[in-house]
């Protein structure tokens, strides 16, 4: 069993700042990509940012420059620093994390996904 678990959601004003965190816990052999999509009101979920196992990162062009991925591998640990943040970021924000586990003696691959943490930015 492996556990996603976010924090760092609420509600902020436009052109300001909020961090969130995504915690995974569980018999993990390794943890290869980690990133965060979103879910806006009517909207199909997309990728926002996602960080490679070596720390090559990748973004929507929507939120480049204003939007930084990072992960702490020792703490199996994702974070996702926003910054001048506008109403259209307002989403459900998903942790998205592809690890390695054993199973039945086995090394398989395994996509788990947080339970979702709401950022709302006012104008």
């Known amino acids: 069993q492996v556990q996603l678990v976010e924090s760092g959601g609420g509600l902020v004003q436009a052109g300001g700042s909020l961090r969130v965190s995504c915690a995974a816990s569980?018999?993990?052999?390794?943890?290869?990509?980690m990133g965060w999509y979103r879910q806006a009101p009517g909207k199909q979920r997309e990728l926002v940012a996602d960080?490679?196992?070596?720390?090559?990162?990748n973004y929507v062009d929507s939120v480049k420059g204003r939007f930084t991925i990072s992960r702490d591998n020792a703490k199996n640990t994702v974070y996702l620093q926003m910054s001048s943040l506008k109403p259209e970021d307002t989403a459900v924000y998903y942790c998205?994390?592809?690890?390695?586990?054993?199973?039945?003696?086995?090394?398989?691959?395994?996509?788990?996904w947080g339970q979702g943490t709401l950022v709302t930015v006012s104008s």
């Open positions: 960080i490679t196992g070596g720390g090559s990162t």
């Open positions: 569980g018999s993990i052999f390794s943890i290869n990509a």
């Open positions: 998205n994390v592809k690890v390695l586990v054993v199973r039945n003696r086995e090394i398989r691959s395994l996509e788990v």
